[in-house]
């Protein structure tokens, strides 16, 4: 009895001391709703919140639903707390993203959180993408699980995007950093863009290659965002192009911010998550990438985790407990290479 009591303490304690941490994240301040974004598509289909700083997007079978920035963004930080639908998902794809696709088709640019549902009792996985000048030829995904249930709680999800380097972020950890190289010349995105969030129906890949689609006897399927962060330097969609003059104060305070910063904690912290949670890198993927693309950074102990197909070897570790310490069998779905 006792130890259960401490026990049950003990993991109050942490929970109390993750959640603090979690909240003093970023030196950011949250938007309501309609101070960045506006409704994009799906009637009906998205609805706020009274105070409107909390938005949900609805999946049905008649439509998704989606959000955009009222502005284009020519560099900057973005982000938002996300609570993904629980129970059957299968199917379900969530997306924040920045792109100009609309402005520019054919040399558009894009940054990627991608979260597909998953089958009753089977993981959320999240994928990250980075698209430049309209290289959608050459897709740059790589996949992970998370370290938590993402449909019990709001979790931050935010993309930095400078002139130098991209970070992707779950809470207050980097998963991905993509620094920008002569190399990857046009590849890197460098025009502007507008932010998104959507829910849609992405039943031919989202999950197991397609194997799993969506079942809308469970609809609708409701994605929550809130403490909305749009910050960077605001482009008027009409111009376009800003005059570099323009960004150059809101560049050097996007590079000096909290969040701008890797700090040798920060990656070892970013290498500890790749390490545990990372399922699929096009880093590793010599099938589909014979040279490997400019900007990956090969390390040796995290490649050889990976098939020349850049899933991951191992099943991703699980929490355990006593009774579920067996290891995923093969079949499990969420070991499927479904690229
Ligand atoms: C937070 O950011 C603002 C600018 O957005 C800056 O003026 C302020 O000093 C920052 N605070 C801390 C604690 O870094
Ligand atoms: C982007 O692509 C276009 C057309 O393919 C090309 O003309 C242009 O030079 C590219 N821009 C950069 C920065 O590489």
């Known amino acids: ?5 401490f026990l049950t303490a003990l993991v109050f304690f942490f929970h109390v001391a993750t959640a603090t941490a979690t909240a003093s994240v970023f030196n950011v301040t949250t938007l309501a709703f309609d101070e960045g974004y506006s409704h994009l598509f799906g009637e009906g289909n998205l609805v706020r919140s009274p105070d409107g700083r909390t938005v949900r997007l609805l999946l049905n079978r008649y439509s998704g639903a989606g959000f955009i920035s009222s502005d284009l963004y020519n560099h900057g930080f973005f982000s938002a707390s996300i609570k993904l639908p629980s129970d059957y998902t299968a199917g379900v794809v969530v997306a924040f993203y920045t792109s100009n696709g609309d402005i520019f088709p054919k040399t558009h640019d894009e940054l990627d959180f991608e979260f597909l549902g998953n089958i009753r009792g089977e993981k959320w996985r999240i994928q990250t993408n980075v698209y430049g000048n309209g290289s959608i030829g050459r897709g740059r995904e790589e996949r992970y699980i998370l370290p938590f249930d993402p449909t019990k709680e709001a979790h931050r999800y935010s993309i930095l995007w400078t002139a130098t380097h991209i970070i992707f972020y779950v809470d207050h950890t980097p998963i991905r950093e993509v620094v ?6 046009g590849e890197y995105p460098s025009k502007p863009m ?11 890949w989202a999950t197991a290659g397609g194997a799993y689609k969506i079942k809308y006897k469970y609809a609708p399927f409701v ?14 969609p009409i111009q376009q192009r800003p005059s570099t003059d323009h960004c150059t104060d809101a560049d050097a305070e996007l590079m000096a911010a909290d969040f701008a910063i890797m700090t040798p904690r920060k990656r070892a912290a970013m290498r500890r998550f790749r390490e545990r949670y990372m399922i699929y890198s096009v880093c590793y993927d010599t099938l589909r990438y014979p040279n490997t693309l400019p900007d990956c950074t090969i390390v040796p102990s995290e490649q050889e985790r990976f098939w020349e197909s850049g899933s991951t070897k191992f099943p991703p570790r699980r929490r355990r407990s006593r009774r579920q310490g067996r290891l995923p069998s093969a079949s499990d779905p969420t070991n499927q290479p479904d690229v």
């Open 223 to 236: 994605a929550e965002f809130s403490d909305l962060v749009l910050r960077g330097c605001r482009v008027d």
């Open 194 to 204: 507008s932010v998104y969030a959507t829910i849609w129906d992405g039943s031919t």
């Open 180 to 185: 920008r190289s002569d190399a990857m010349g």
């Open 1 to 5: 009895m006792a130890i259960s009591r």
